[in-house]
């Protein structure tokens, strides 16, 4: 096979970067370009903030509330894990009562939510007989979610939310299912649905197979590593050392 | 026991061992994250000035972690060679420092004293190292291990071959490893973290590689990266296994997290040895480490994240590896907030493995919410090459589309060979030279001998 031929062949077989040719020891000018614009809308991904107006106006037909919290800014969230996991001190929420409450994250990257959040809501809330409560939480990491869902009074919480942006695809969106949720749970008592975006698993798709997991959880009362014949967590580092993920 | 410095008619006190080590430390996010890092430069000097008066056997007098019970801890005392440590034990960390600088600790002086260092000795000292002494020792000493082929030797870097896929796809594995085979890399190993953790994932994969390095005739090991415990069943099933893989950490209630202790590996290792898939007195072990990981598990008992990870390098060497990196920038910027941090770390954590006698390779790296990029990694990696590293990881056009962050390029190994004049392994740089990867002046090539080789590789061919 001749070396172009092989080199379609390999280009074929993935997405990743491969047969990029070479000048010298370094790679071509149009894929050092590539990269660095790829790893700049990652970067604009990460420092993003919601678009609260668009999401309200999206959002305007459920009942609506919106937190911040305790990292308070960007560069904070990005340093402390831990108060990105905390409301900020005196945050007041009001909710009516329900089985459901569903977190709009922003997480690693505002972008993936401003893309998707409201499709996967509408989807999951049309399968709902009454409306779940939703909450825009901006600087929030996953476990935001425990302390909404516990203040509220609801079994369930759903945390849709930005995840760490890829040189692929900055606009990833991650959902995140925990029963019975309450500060302190480990990461290994959630379900998630990753790479929400255009391209990966579809934001329909998405909803209904939050639904399942619902259900699967009502019907067996827990959530995490403790449910029967768990799908694979495809939004899991592979890798054990941790990563940096949005959680 | 408390220490203190006297600075300008301000009394700095550090109530531990701990304290003063964490105190020490370089500036970085995952210490302020847990809250044990200086106030401010100041504090961080007169901490630093404590330490060089310390006693380097203040270390052997005390368990600075101070958990009860805790096995890394036993094992590091367990280990530690008295005679070994003789020649630098009347030493304060201070003075230690300026003695590894001098010509008396050369290649020979420091290999002698491998087993008579504590983690908490070479992370203490680093503490008062600026790059450059971070470099200069560690070029000084060399870690020498084998496989299939001679890693370590002086004048050379070996490169790992990550050929990653977001679903393991046996198609997407072999396309990237066969792009890093033809810019030159692998001789470390070519190894795939998986994104499955199922033992007939992990067999599949390990096959695959096999398969790759048969029909090739690499003078290279493989290795799926799946957790130890798949690994032990894998092996039990008869598979192809050339190293035994895990990541580990320097506290029991990390590698506890990690679903691992001490025995699990011994007897991971008694499994692969018992393979014979290598001539007698292989290494067969390959771990990863990274600071930050133990903080990450809530497991950090309130030690500085560099020293933790210097005792992850005492769990390490009890194993004999053939390979051993941290992924220094992956662990994300709550622990390692920019390239600056991350340059630093690198550097640290290269020169603390190399003076426990491990073969230490450094994954440059980073994220996309750290404040870094390809610059910092180009710095990183000419840094570690004049610190002599063992190995660096390669992935194509420096995109890991599995693990969502960046590393290097194959075309950087280029560029370590062309410019900074460091050929791979010798039994390696042979194959590329047969191969016409590389010409016998170091230059690459288009590797015609490789590319009609290929056909041989039926995945390739039945692609036709």
Redesign the interface.
Known sequence: ???RA?SE????????????G?A????PTR?VLD??L??AR??E??WSEMDLPALRAALAGYPLAEVVSAAGDRETH?????LGRQLAAGTRLALPPSDLVIVVADG?SAMAVDAHAAQVVHALQALRETAAPVVLARQARVALGDQIAARAGARAVVVLIGE?????A?DSLGAYVTWAPEPGLPDSRRNCLSNIRSGGLDPQEAAHRIAALLAQMAREGTSGVGLKREP?L?GQ?????????ER | MTYATVIGGTRHVFASLRELLAKASPER?GD??AGLAAEGPVERLAARIALADLPLRAFLEQDVMGVEGDEVTALIFARHDPGAFAPVAALTVGEFRDWLLSPAADERALAALRWGLTPEMVAAVSKLMRIQDLVAVASKVKVVTRFRNTLGLPGRMATRNQ?N??TD?S??I???A??GL??GTGDAVIGV?????TVEDYIRIVSLLEELRLTLDIPTQHCC?G?VGVALEAMGQGAPVDLVF??IAGTQQANTG?GLDLALLHEAREAALALNRAPAGANVMYF???Q??AL??GAHHGMDQQTLEARAYAVAREFDPLLVNS?VG??????L?NGRQILRAGLEDHFCGKLLGLPMGVDVCY????DA??EDMDSLLITLVAAGVNFVIT?????D??????SL?A?DA??V???LRRPPAPEFEDWLVGMGVMDCGGR?S?G?AL?ER??GVPM?AA??
């Open positions: 096979m001749s070396p092989l062949r390999l280009r074929a077989m993935t997405e990743a970067r491969v047969m990029l070479r010298g020891g370094g790679m894929a990269f660095a790829d790893h990652a970067r991904a990460v990005v340093r402390r894990p831990d690693l760490r942006p890829g040189l692929s900055a694979p495809p580092s592979a890798r054990a050392l941790p990563g940096g993920a | 996010s302020q994250l050929p896929h977001p796809d198609r997407g072999l396309a990237s066969v792009d033809l810019l973290n998986p994104a499955t953790d990266l957790h895990q990541s990690f990863e480490t990274g930050g990981a990450s598990a992924v992956f662990i994300g910027p709550e622990y907030y994220t996309n919410h750290a990029d390809q992935v194509p056009g420096a995109d589309i599995m693990l969502n962050y960046q390029s075309h280029v560029f060979r062309e410019t690459t288009d015609a590319v290929l056909r390739l692609a036709q």
